[in-house]
């Protein structure tokens, strides 16, 4: 059955499909009022809630992102994602590579493309605070080249760390999203392990 929504509605909509698509994540209401100059997050609160008394998302009481859509959890697709150990959101530091079993994921509910060569990591630290990303958390990440302002897992100079790839005057670097961690500069080598396509919240 044909759900009718408001121009509004499917705005917001194609918003959620589109952050989800392009961090992983939901995009808590402060970041939709935002987006669309809502007066306060209580209009982007009721806005969910409309949508979800017509059944087009669900959402979890008490959790900031949890969003989700119905339909594409109907016709889901469940993937095993090999975990690679942790991988710092702190300082860079030595890590091997090590798999330690696989994570079960909706990859059609996350918007992982089916064919996506993807891994998962540990979150250890807490220099991706900002961007939501903490401490136990999982981080799943695909084999691919990086846009400027992608979250990535990278080997800096012989170690690894989880942070924001940019580039300035043609020079490329890392960035915490925690003030109290300094940028990364590479003095020999900058290799791009992965870009984070989805994200899983520790439960704990």
Do not use: W
Not at 32 to 45: D, E, G, I, K, L
Not at 86 to 103: F, L, S, T, W, Y
Not at 107 to 127: E, N, Y
Not at 182 to 189: F, G, H, K, S, V
């Amino acid at each position: 059955m044909q759900v009718e929504l408001t121009k509004r509605q499917q705005e917001i909509i194609d918003y959620l499909r589109m952050s989800q698509r392009n961090t992983g994540i939901m995009p808590t209401t402060r970041e939709m009022q935002r987006y669309f100059r809502f007066a306060s997050q209580t209009a982007a609160m009721s806005h969910l809630r409309a949508l979800e008394r017509k059944g087009v998302i669900q959402r979890l009481p008490g959790k900031a992102r949890a969003v989700i859509f119905p339909d594409e959890l109907n016709r889901g697709e469940i993937a095993d994602i090999p975990i690679y150990g942790n991988i710092a959101a702190g300082m860079a530091q030595d890590a091997e590579p090590e798999r330690q079993g696989c994570v079960a994921v909706d990859i059609t509910a996350l918007g992982i493309p089916r064919r996506a060569r993807t891994f998962a990591l540990k979150v250890r630290g807490d220099s991706m605070i900002d961007a939501h990303i903490c401490d136990g958390d999982t981080v799943i990440l695909e084999f691919r080249e990086p846009r400027k302002g992608d979250i990535v897992a990278a080997l800096i100079d012989g170690e690894t760390t989880l942070k924001r790839y940019l580039i300035e005057k043609g020079q490329p670097f890392l960035r915490a999203e925690n003030p109290d961690y300094p940028d990364l500069i590479p003095a020999r080598e900058l290799v791009i392990q992965g870009v984070l396509v989805a994200l899983l919240r520790n439960a704990a």
